[in-house]
């Protein structure tokens, strides 16, 4: 059952589009990334109505510079076809990380985001995508009141559900991206759970129907991959808590290496792909799309060695800008092939 409230149109203006956007069929693979951009904040203030919103942003415009130009750099290195990032301020700051793309790389991103209700944080998510990939709509689902009498669910408010298509020699496929960012600390867990079990809901049609759906993000989850089951958090948004496994996801992280799937500074991982099953099947009748491979890509946040907690939380702007890490996350990268 799905219960979205907000669609918009997401395609770039066609005098905004190239020809390649526009009729170009030349990709054989899709490149989907998450990344927590921690703290994703411009040096302006003037937007920001918390105290913390205000605290955490660059503390001066060369160190904006600095911070967005370098997320940059990293992102062009990977070249992800679609980015779904958590921690940014707003749209503005995705806009303002598409041009130096453009600028410094000759990378062309368009940007999707949307206010989400984190009035403490002032925390949203949103998405970066790139040719040949077109984004079709831009989607917040509700919470509504019927379930929320039900106190099985709890609301999830940083979340954006993008639809997108590729086109390819064999075709076009049309691809479903939930990018979520749950609540974080280990006494949070029931609430997650709760949260977990909305992000399902939203989605689970969708997947029984056999569409490619992809949910990832920033899970926030003390679950480790290999101990994960139906009653933890990660369980509960990959549809095991139900009894029918056509709404049930596949979690790609368990593919990394045990050793590999550190996506956090402390060692945590938090930050999952999941995908439906329709992704790990190659249909026989036709070009589809088929997961690949899966990385953690911690060269793209770490620079030089990696901080130390205190270096990174309490010293940040103090560590020369060669040594400072981009974030406290790690990007997570699944790649899919036309078969």
Excluded at 40 to 45: A, E, K, L, S, V
């Amino acid at each position: 059952m799905s219960c979205s409230v907000t669609i918009c149109s997401a395609q770039p203006a066609a005098d905004q589009r190239d020809a390649h956007t526009l009729g170009r069929a030349d990709t054989e693979s899709l490149t989907v990334m998450t990344w927590n951009l921690e703290w994703f904040y411009d040096d302006y203030q003037g937007d920001n109505y918390s105290d913390l919103g205000k605290e955490k942003s660059a503390p001066d415009r060369q160190s904006w510079d600095w911070r967005r130009d370098a997320i940059a750099a990293s992102i062009a290195r990977a070249s992800p076809t679609i980015a779904a990032v958590q921690e940014v301020e707003n749209r503005r700051v995705l806009w303002y990380l598409s041009r130096a793309l453009a600028r410094n790389h000759k990378a062309e991103y368009h940007e999707l985001g949307a206010e989400g209700r984190d009035f403490f944080t002032e925390q949203d998510v949103g998405f970066l995508y790139r040719p040949p990939v077109d984004a079709l709509s831009v989607i917040q689902s509700a919470y509504p009141k019927r379930l929320r009498s039900t106190n099985q669910y709890y609301d999830v408010t940083k979340h954006l559900m993008g639809v997108f298509e590729i086109q390819h020699a064999g075709g076009l496929e049309r691809i479903l991206l939930m990018n979520v960012h749950l609540r974080s600390t280990p006494e949070a867990e029931s609430l997650r759970i709760r949260q977990a079990r909305l992000v399902h809901l939203w989605i689970a049609q969708q997947v029984r129907a056999g569409e490619n759906v992809i949910l990832l993000g920033d899970f926030n989850t003390e679950v480790r991959e290999e101990s994960s089951d139906a009653r933890s958090d990660v369980g509960v948004a990959r549809g095991l808590e139900t009894s029918e496994v056509g709404d049930d996801l596949v979690d790609l992280n368990l593919k990394l290496e045990e050793s590999d799937r550190r996506t956090h500074l402390l060692g945590g991982q938090y930050d999952r792909i999941f995908c439906s099953s329709s992704l790990l099947k190659d249909d026989p009748s036709r070009p589809d799309l088929v997961f690949q491979k899966i990385e953690v890509r911690r060269d793209l946040a770490i620079r030089g060695r990696p901080d130390t907690a205190d270096e990174h939380w309490e010293n940040f702007w103090q560590l020369h800008s060669s040594e400072r890490d981009l974030s406290d996350h790690y990007p997570v990268i699944a790649t899919f092939d036309v078969r």
